[in-house]
């Protein structure tokens, strides 16, 4: 399955690989200053594997070469934008096409949509926010109630106990995504249970073990990823059976995809790719935010102060939300800071040009985000976590261009950024969080940006 992706560092190189097996390129070069190709077959990817991922070998790529830059993937072109200014310049805001959808299918193999005509596109596309909005307001009380559940689970622990962030908020944010994705058959904890067993076997494989292709080569750990996807495949197929053509008084993600003109296999894959992609990306924006907090008291006191004024002694609501401008600085912050989807791509379909540089049709166009967020030039002091730039118009602006924010921010990320406030909004009316001491926490970079290792806080009730 998937031979092409067999040498892929990480899933984003399957993107690479995918895209170019779709829409085979010109081997040409252009003018655009980078590296030459280290190994005849595979170009440059020997230097990515050095590098460790991606984004780190874009980093290196666009500190030797500018902010424009090129690498080779086996003998095919790959372009790589590393400045605001460039991306201006390239980045359609009427897109169709969507980075996670993109990618995610074509590491599950799942080709519908990724060469359809772009009314197709379009409408699908159309179809999956609705659905998305629409199932965040119909689960808004159940991720209160998760985020408040939680905040029980912290209030009870000594203040000298280490809370394990990754752990938790993954369970939240797994439970959450479920019954907003799927509905109330995930109100079973032994549901929930199953289906993390599958997504963390899926995500697990995805993420490390299309390394090396070593999951080609071990047929053990091949045959237990084919199983757990076509495990999650069989619920999926069952939740639609369940739910099709009858009425919920919750309205799941699922629920929009059946009632709009879509066939089996379209629901199967876009309801696989929001309950693969909202469970990941929710953990992680949480968990940064709650690392990056504990960090700092004076943001911790601003954003309590914010929530006092709006909420009051009251729960949060969705139209609350919009309210908490510095609740959302401090998201927007997160995301820039912990470099949360550090890449993403298009592809050149008609021959372009970025300042005095040509790119050559069906070239690849990486966006080298994570590169981008931590330009000092676009963001002075860039590794600050400092919220107050979010004051600045222009900062919102840019955030907003690079699709991590604002109207231009994936369904996916509008779900995280929904259940981050609620679970921000539960613990810090209610708690202080404190950093752990001569704790070092390193990143992971793939599709989405992750701790490498668990990452801890303590918690100490506010008097």
């Not at 689970?153 to 369970?171: D, F, R, T």
């Not at 600085?329 to 021959?351: D, F, G, H, I, S």
């Given at each position: ?27 040409q070069a252009s003018g655009i200053p980078g590296i030459t190709p280290t190994d005849e077959k595979d170009g440059n990817l020997p230097d990515i594997v050095n590098k460790g991922s991606l984004h780190e070998f874009l980093v290196n790529l666009h500190e030797r070469y500018g902010s424009a830059a090129s690498f080779w993937f086996g003998g095919r072109l790959v372009v790589s934008l ?336 929904t259940v981050a406030t609620v679970l921000l909004s539960s613990l810090v009316r209610k708690l202080k969080l404190h950093h752990v001491q001569n704790q070092a926490v390193e990143t992971k970079y793939e599709l989405v940006s992750s701790p490498k290792e668990e990452t801890w806080v303590t918690v100490s009730k506010r008097t």
């Amino acid at each position: 399955m998937l031979d092409f992706v067999i040498f892929a560092v990480t899933f984003l190189i399957v993107l690479v690989s995918a895209v170019l097996y779709l829409y085979p390129a010109s081997r040409q070069a252009s003018g655009i200053p980078g590296i030459t190709p280290t190994d005849e077959k595979d170009g440059n990817l020997p230097d990515i594997v050095n590098k460790g991922s991606l984004h780190e070998f874009l980093v290196n790529l666009h500190e030797r070469y500018g902010s424009a830059a090129s690498f080779w993937f086996g003998g095919r072109l790959v372009v790589s934008l590393g400045s605001m200014d460039l991306l201006k310049q390239h980045i359609n805001p009427n897109r169709t096409s969507d980075t996670f959808e993109m990618m995610l299918k074509s590491l599950l193999g799942y080709q519908s949509g990724l060469s359809g005509d772009a009314a197709e596109s379009h409408m699908r596309k159309k179809l999956y926010e609705t659905g998305v909005s629409k199932a965040i307001q119909s689960n808004f009380s159940l991720t209160l109630k998760l985020a408040d559940e939680l905040l029980s689970k912290w209030e009870s622990y000594p203040a000298s106990q280490h809370v394990p962030l990754c752990q938790h908020l993954l369970g939240l944010a797994m439970k959450s995504a479920t019954q907003t994705a799927m509905g109330s058959r995930f109100e079973d904890d032994q549901e929930v249970i199953q289906f993390r067993k599958n997504h963390d076997a899926i995500w697990s494989e995805i993420g490390k073990g299309f390394l090396d292709g070593s999951v080609e080569k071990s047929s053990t750990r091949k045959k237990h990823y084919e199983d757990a996807l076509t495990e999650m495949e069989s619920v999926l197929k069952k939740v639609a059976k369940e739910r099709r053509g009858k009425s919920f008084s919750q309205h799941a993600f699922i629920d929009t995809l059946l009632q709009g003109n879509l066939s089996e296999k379209q629901v199967l894959e876009d309801s696989m790719i929001f309950s693969l992609a909202g469970c990941v990306i929710a953990a992680n924006l949480c968990s940064w935010a709650v690392y990056f907090l504990s960090t700092s008291e004076d943001v911790q006191e601003k954003l309590y102060r914010e929530f006092n004024q709006v909420l009051g002694k009251s729960p949060i609501s969705l139209d609350k939300i919009e309210q908490l401008k510095y609740c959302r600085q401090v998201l927007n912050e997160t995301v820039r800071t912990a470099k949360l989807t550090p890449v993403a791509a298009r592809l050149q379909e008609l021959e372009g040009k970025v300042d005095q540089h040509v790119i050559p049709k069906e070239t690849l166009v990486i966006y080298a985000l994570g590169v981008v967020l931590q330009d000092s030039t676009a963001w002075p002091l860039p590794y600050r976590f400092d919220p107050d730039r979010f004051n600045e118009e222009s900062a919102r602006r840019n955030l907003s261009l690079l699709g991590v924010s604002g109207s231009q921010e994936c369904p996916e990320l509008r779900f995280a950024y929904t259940v981050a406030t609620v679970l921000l909004s539960s613990l810090v009316r209610k708690l202080k969080l404190h950093h752990v001491q001569n704790q070092a926490v390193e990143t992971k970079y793939e599709l989405v940006s992750s701790p490498k290792e668990e990452t801890w806080v303590t918690v100490s009730k506010r008097t």
